[in-house]
Every structure is written in C-alpha cells, then in structure tokens.
C-alpha cells in the first residue's frame, strides 16, 4: 500500500486548506483512515481518523475547524482545515490501517500504533 499526500502549503491565519491523500490497493474502501501531524521539535499527534464504516474521530482541539472525508472512487482521503491558526504549523501525515478492524476502540483509531502505513508527509505552515 502507498499513500502520498499532497496539498500543504503556505497559508494566512484564518484561511483555509484541502489536504489529499491518494492511496494505492483494491481494498481501500475497506481500510481505516487517519491524519496525524507533527511540528517541529514536537511529537507526532492525532488530527482525525475515519473508519471505512464512516464514522469519524477528531483531536478534541481541532473539533469544527478540520473535516476528515473519503471518496472511494477517487482511492483518496481529505481533510480540510479552516480558520487555521500559526499553531497548526506541521507536517501532516495520512496513515492507514489496511486491516480495517472494526473492534479497534475510538481511543486506538487515535494512537500510531494502529496504523500499517504512512504517507510520505505535507508541510502546512500558516503565518502572516
């Protein structure tokens, strides 16, 4: 399985971006989704995840600013990120759990560990 993520960039406080992450596999309806993100000199932390099933899990933080969604016929996950703030500064990461278990608790859909595979990563730094 690949994933590459695309869409970071340079963005004002207060504006939005779209992030993607195309993946490779005939099963990807079936896998379990997450973004995660990492800024510098800081530890990689949970952004949101998607169950295949549609159920969604977002950092607490972040809840009503990002929106984690898939399309299965494009083999792709979004998140889109609003009224963006200088701490959202990172690298965003897509990360997928091809298993697709369903007996994964909400609180490991936000841990790592859950995750077989990882984007390659997508910088997003908003400043003025």
């Known amino acids: 399985v690949q994933l590459q993520a695309s869409g970071g960039g340079l963005v004002q406080p207060g504006g939005s971006l779209r992030l993607s992450c195309a993946a490779s596999g005939r099963t990807f309806s079936r896998y379990n989704m997450a973004w995660f993100r990492q800024a510098p000199g800081k530890e990689r932390e949970f952004v949101a995840a998607?169950?295949?099933?549609?159920?969604?899990y977002y950092a607490d933080s972040l809840k009503g600013r990002f929106t984690i969604a898939r399309d299965n016929a494009k083999i792709t996950i979004t998140l889109q990120m609003n009224s963006l703030k200088p701490e959202d500064t990172a690298v965003y990461y897509c990360?997928?759990?091809?298993?697709?278990?369903?007996?994964?608790?909400?609180?490991?859909?936000?841990?790592?560990?859950?995750?077989?595979?990882w984007g390659q990563g997508t910088q997003v730094t908003v400043s003025s």
């Open positions: 990360a997928a759990d091809i298993s697709g278990r369903l007996t994964t608790t909400a609180q490991a859909m936000a841990f790592m560990t859950t995750y077989d595979y």
């Open positions: 998607l169950r295949w099933s549609g159920v969604t």
